[in-house]
């Protein structure tokens, strides 16, 4: 396995526990989690000597994280929101989890695992 691999293995493994403690939480809540985490790990790009190196340091770090987070976007949405949307039997209509007749015919969602409680 190349250290490419292994670093992709190690980032899927604590996602996943990671996860688990962000799921069902509201979405305020998980964005400020993920903002503090993002905070913190900022914080930790420095240069002890310069403050103004250190702060073009953490743009360009931030800078290069939203780039990744930008290409698993629609990655992520295929993969654990998509699978998820109620899509109406009689228009074909898709709608987020939790609404339970069809905003376009008002026709009752089928969900793809079960009616949400
Ligand atoms: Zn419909």
């Known amino acids: ?54 702060d073009r340091i953490r743009e360009l770090a931030l800078q290069m994280h939203v780039i990744g987070v930008r290409a698993l976007i629609k990655l992520n949405y295929q993969m654990t929101v998509e699978p998820q949307l109620a899509a109406c039997a009689a228009c074909g209509a898709k709608h987020e989890i939790g609404r339970i007749r069809c905003l376009a015919c008002g026709k009752p969602l089928v969900f793809p695992h079960g009616r949400p409680n």
């Not at 939480?25 to 240069?47: F, I, K, S, T, Y």
Request: proline residues 6%.
């Open 1 to 54: 396995m190349s250290d490419l691999s292994k670093q992709a293995y190690e980032v899927m493994e604590l996602v996943k526990a990671i996860r688990p403690l962000l799921s069902g939480r509201a979405p305020e809540v998980q964005g400020a989690v993920l903002a503090d985490l993002l905070a913190m790990w900022l914080a930790g790009h420095v240069n002890a000597n310069d403050p103004e190196d250190s």
